[in-house]
């Protein structure tokens, strides 16, 4: 092994070897996979030592499964466009780095739960490099990597594939901890029994790119693409990506960390079904911005609902105050107050009163409406939206003080006969009964005191006596409705 790369295929560009033609090599192709073993065990080297370059292999067929299982090794193992018809073990192991850019990884049913390929537990020094691999499993994952630790970074894109079957998913890396980047750009995962990326838990250094055509369809509770608990130290990249799930939600990231911006724009698609929603957000933390598409709330709103209760974020969503509000209103599974609030929040912070002040009335409108309240509730909370905006916009209750005023003077002008001056009985002037109306409609203003304009005996004055009674009940309780709603001591937590 003097760090060459063994090219068995030298007549072909990569582009040129697929499935079936690995299919079609022959024994001048095939390479044993205890060869493999036993290089990486250290046997079969040259007296002074490995090549730095390790064990390179390219348009090779490995007869049997590769056995790492434990084993520590200093040297590299690079696959290229090689075919594993049996797959790959590598539990606990530890080695330098790991290729297998271009390959093509199955699993035979007797491996079907273990994995195509499984690294489990295992720790690589370098990056490990799954560019244009194809795995699949037809009774298992394809990809088992539970708490795989890579001091690198992780590429499994350029239009790597993988497709298993199972409760387990397709790709598995619940636990692991990627100190570099997650690629999977491009990338297609497909199982139909379960999620398609199981990344509960998954630490990422840098930023996580699932995003250009990456696709993933996977079916049940879990979700298609499940980052529960994940944290991602910088970016969250989903733009354009497709997630696809027809027995429960698409994309699941409840209590994720994003150190970044999240993306979820670019024509990102998330088809789910039932009440769990399409997209799961929950208890999430974005640092940066909630970057994300109109057309993602117009699906919410048509049953690809989002779930947002404890998300938090920086600043708007990039879709506008309006069409988040629309969303958290129309397009979410049930009430929450939360979203608004944190909404409410980041317009105050931005400087913007009046859109925290609608964010909080939604709110409210929302709580009426999905909330569980009561009749009597219901109703109370209905008549403190008209009269005070729900404590938010109390100068309703001024402008109900005028109407109450307007409607004073109308009947003392329009009432011919219910005032005069006693004695006397000569007619009031218009502005002592003004003055009269004033008393009537504002509490705690007297302008008439003094005057000797009166309401008269007569059946005109007993009218405006009895309509005094009203106007100043409802004057009274307007100005103490404005008084509640300046101080906030009706305004709901």
């Not at 292999?57 to 049997?64: E, K, M, S, T």
């Not at 199982?191 to 990422?204: D, P, W």
């Not at 009046?354 to 309240?373: E, H, P, S, T, Y």
Request: glycine residues 16%.
């Amino acid at each position: 092994m003097d760090g060459t790369v063994l090219d068995l295929a030298p007549g072909m560009t990569d582009g040129d070897i697929n499935e079936n033609v690995m299919r079609s090599w022959g024994k001048l192709h095939q390479i044993r996979a205890e060869v493999v073993r036993e290089i990486l065990r250290g046997r079969h080297l040259p007296d002074d030592g490995p090549d730095p370059h390790g064990l390179q292999l390219r348009g090779a067929w490995i007869v049997g499964r590769i056995d790492l299982d434990g084993i520590t090794t200093p040297i590299r193992l690079q696959l290229s466009s090689c075919y594993l018809p049996d797959g790959l073990d590598g539990r606990n192991c530890v080695i330098p780095r790991l290729g297998l850019d271009g390959s093509v990884i199955a699993s035979s049913s007797g491996h079907g739960e273990q994995g195509a390929v499984r690294l489990s537990g295992a720790r690589i020094a370098g990056s490990l490099e799954m560019r244009g691999t194809t795995l699949t499993n037809e009774a298992g994952p394809a990809l088992v990597a539970d708490g795989l630790t890579v001091e690198g970074g992780a590429f499994l894109d350029g239009a790597f594939t993988a497709s298993g079957h199972g409760e387990l998913g397709a790709v598995r890396l619940v636990g692991a901890r990627i100190v570099g980047q997650l690629f999977m750009r491009g990338a297609t995962l497909t199982n139909e029994a379960g999620f398609a990326l199981g990344a509960s838990g998954v630490t990422v250094g840098g930023d996580g790119f699932l995003d250009g055509a990456f696709t993933a369809s996977g079916h049940g509770e879990l979700g298609a693409v499940n980052l529960a608990g994940a944290r991602i130290g910088g970016l969250l990249v989903m733009r354009g990506a497709t997630v696809t799930n027809k027995a429960g939600p698409a994309l699941v990231a409840d209590g994720a960390t994003v150190g970044g911006d999240g993306f979820l724009d670019g024509g990102f698609t998330a088809i789910g079904q039932g009440e769990q929603g399409a997209v799961r957000l929950a208890g999430a933390r974005i640092a940066g911005h909630l970057q994300m598409d109109a057309a993602s709330v117009d699906r919410a709103r048509t049953g690809a609902m989002w779930v947002v209760d404890g998300l938090t974020y920086d600043g708007y969503p990039s879709v506008g105050f309006d069409e988040w509000l629309v969303l958290l209103h129309s397009g979410t599974p049930a009430y929450r107050p939360q979203p608004y609030r944190q909404l409410a929040a980041a317009a105050r912070a931005a400087g913007h009163d009046d859109d925290a002040r609608r964010a909080l009335i939604r709110q409210r409108d929302d709580q009426v409406k999905r909330g569980g309240l009561t009749r009597p509730a219901k109703a109370w909370a209905r008549f403190t939206k008209f009269t005070l905006g729900y404590g938010y916009q109390p100068w309703r209750a001024l402008l109900g003080v005028a109407v109450v005023l307007l409607a004073a003077v109308m009947i003392v002008f329009f009432t011919p006969g219910a005032l005069a001056h006693t004695p006397g009985a000569t007619a009031c002037t218009r502005v002592e009964a003004f003055q009269i109306a004033v008393d009537m409609a504002i509490p705690l203003v007297s302008t008439s005191s003094g005057s000797s304009c009166h309401i008269t005996a007569t059946p005109s004055g007993q009218f405006v006596a009895w309509a005094s009674v009203f106007l100043t009940f409802s004057g009274w309780a307007l100005t103490a409705l404005f008084a509640a709603g300046f101080t906030r001591a009706i305004r709901q937590p």
